[in-house]
């Protein structure tokens, strides 16, 4: 793939609107410096030099859509407190629409605070409830997803397992945007990994994979196997398994796997690469493009964001950049 080729597909995905509905999150961090060790028990003493907050969970996918210049839709709940009117600010601060947002007095704002030394991660600590949304609630999370359905290119769900996407709820989203023929790209985590049938594009990871199929792999063989396994069960029209530094599968009913490489040229960390990945994917699926082409776009993105410390999105330059290392390091090394 030529840089210009890839120049113009990232001019394409510019003013898609994508549907995202997921567990929503606040990503707060604390930066410091540790110097000493307390006195009170054996653990560092952090001095705080400043903290900052970002879209996270469903919320980040939201963000990488809208740094690439598509038209990002949101739909989730947030907590009435203090971090639900935060997040409404990072949305609106960013040129994110947020009408879609259902407050649910009886769960928090889900909170992630990671306390940051010397550019490594001390701890994190979770503020967050787990429980699945009620029926009232998933009614009205419907209600607004059939307000805007007619008016999106593409869905996303975003599952980390906060009770959002219940599993009647996964049904009627899946039904409703297939009856409108719309592209439905799913990133799940353990709970109700079965319940998305149907979908186009199932993206679990590789340790997702093997609990949810209940295997320990041991070869690329059973990996081929199992893989295909879970995509006649989940009847997807693609999978696509993502595997850290060995890059990323994908695998359909009619054609031989395709592996891909990583492009990370340095891994800092890996926090939200996978949103990167299932927003950059989707995007250019949505633009029309092929599924090989679409992954090795969203690999060069996903490749780009583990070299900074943080969660942060891929924009158009830092994936263009990503595509130049790769072709001078493939060049030099012929």
């Known amino acids: 793939m030529d840089i210009n080729s890839i120049k113009k597909q990232l ?16 990503d707060h961090y604390i930066w410091g410096k540790v110097d000493r060790i307390s006195q009170e028990a054996p653990v560092p003493v952090i001095n705080v030099s400043r903290e900052e907050y970002r879209l996270g969970g469903a919320a980040n996918v939201v963000y990488n859509l809208r740094a690439l210049k598509a038209e990002p839709f949101v739909v989730g709940v947030v907590g009435n407190d203090r971090y639900g009117v935060k997040l409404k600010e990072l949305f609106a601060e960013n040129g994110i629409e947020n009408t879609f947002l259902i ?7 889900t909170l992630k605070s990671r306390i940051i030394a010397q550019n490594q991660q001390v701890a994190r600590i979770d503020f967050e409830e787990t429980n699945d949304i009620s029926e009232k609630i998933s009614n009205d999370i419907f209600n607004q ?82 893989a295909y396994q879970l995509l006649e069960k989940i009847e997807a029209e693609y999978l696509i398994i993502t595997r850290g530094e060995k890059g990323l599968s994908i695998f359909s009913k009619n054609s031989e796997e ?43 993105a996903a490749g780009s964001v583990c070299g900074k410390v943080g969660i942060n999105p891929a924009r158009k330059k830092d994936i263009l950049k990503s595509f130049k290392n790769q072709s001078k390091k493939e060049h030099f090394g012929s």
Do not use: W
């Not at 001019?11 to 606040?26: H, S």
């Not at 407050?103 to 704002?109: A, F, G, H, L, M």
């Not at 960390?269 to 949505?286: E, K, M, P, Q, R």
């Not at 599924?291 to 969203?298: E, G, M």
């Open 103 to 109: 407050v649910d007095s009886s769960r928090p704002t």
């Open 11 to 26: 001019e394409l995905i510019e003013n898609k609107r994508i549907l995202v509905i997921g567990d929503l999150m606040i």
């Open 145 to 226: 997803i059939e307000l805007v359905i007619d008016k999106i290119d593409a869905v996303i769900l975003e599952d980390y397992n906060k009770g959002l996407l219940t599993t009647n709820l996964i049904q009627k989203i899946i039904n409703l945007s297939k009856i409108k023929n719309k592209i439905i790209t799913v990133d799940p985590k353990f709970k109700n990994f079965f319940a998305y049938k149907n979908c186009s594009v199932f993206k679990p990871n590789y340790l997702e994979l093997q609990k949810n199929m209940g295997v320990s792999i041991e070869n690329e063989t059973e990996y081929y196997q199992v």
């Open 258 to 300: 395709i592996n891909l490489p990583t492009y990370a040229q340095e891994v800092f960390d890996v926090s939200g690469a996978g949103d990167t990945v299932i927003s950059t994917l989707t995007l250019c699926l949505s633009s029309d493009c092929d599924i090989k082409t679409s992954a090795i776009i969203a690999n060069h």
